[in-house]
């Protein structure tokens, strides 16, 4: 596991972009980096959850990235993680994890 996935810069014209079902999700490229590399056939682990006090908006943070991959078609799931990340991960079957983790052990890098 350990896929970094940096979309180039494209300028695509307004009439080309559209918007997702997802809740609050915002105008989206017609275009579509992922689907070009295929990432439409990867299992995207969300990591959620955490240990830090930051716990329930990482939920609501996946829990969104969730709706909004969901919604456009891709493979996804929710890995909700604690203490034991390692274990957690082990038992998962995902191609490639999302970070959705807030606080220690999320943005600070440790997890990455």
């Known amino acids: 596991m350990g896929i970094a996935l940096v979309a180039p810069q494209t300028r695509v014209p307004e009439d080309e972009t559209r918007f997702s079902g997802a809740k ?5 490229l017609a275009w579509d980096p992922a689907k070009e ?18 716990r329930d908006i990482s939920i609501k943070t996946g829990e969104a ?6 919604s456009l078609g891709y493979d996804v ?16 079957q995902i191609d490639v994890a999302v970070i959705a983790l807030h ?5 600070d890098g440790c997890i990455q």
């Open 103 to 107: 606080g220690t052990f999320g943005e």
């Open 65 to 70: 990235m969730f709706e909004a991959l969901a």
């Open 37 to 54: 590399i295929g990432m439409k056939n990867k299992k995207i682990g969300i990591l959620l959850g955490g240990v830090s006090a930051e």
């Open 24 to 28: 609050g999700v915002g105008p989206l």
């Open 77 to 92: 799931e929710k890995v909700f993680v604690d203490a034991d990340i390692d274990r957690v991960l082990r038992q998962t």
